[in-house]
């Protein structure tokens, strides 16, 4: 009988341990943009680019190219991060942002939006 405690003990012990190290699949998943907003016209050449945090993600790709991802002629940033949040200073130009969620499992779907920052 007691042997059946102790393992009982063990299974739940691990079972609740092993959570921890389990990635659940991001596949289908999306974080929502918070800002900079889609379609921005701003001078300032400091911005924040914020997003939701995902409950599955332990970090985010962050990459920024000009003019666009459909004709590139820069990546600016790719960069993995593990706060919701990154401060750049870029220069002037046509911009498009995008963000994933990505934990050592798997990487989900990117989010994106585009801005321009005006030479003053």
Known sequence: MRSTFLVV?????????????VDYPL??????LIG????????DTTL??????HEDATSYRLQIATPDFESIQRIAIDTVVSKDYVE??????????RVRPENRGSVGI???RQF?????
């Open 36 to 43: 900079p907003v889609d379609s921005l016209s701003t001078i």
């Open 110 to 112: 990117y989010s994106s």
């Open 116 to 120: 321009k920052i005006l030479a003053q």
């Open 27 to 32: 596949e289908k998943k999306t974080v929502d």
């Open 9 to 21: 003990v063990l299974f739940i012990s691990c079972f609740f341990s092993c959570s921890e190290f």
């Open 48 to 53: 924040t680019f914020l997003w939701e945090p």
């Open 88 to 97: 750049l200073n870029l220069q002037p130009g046509q911009y498009h942002w």
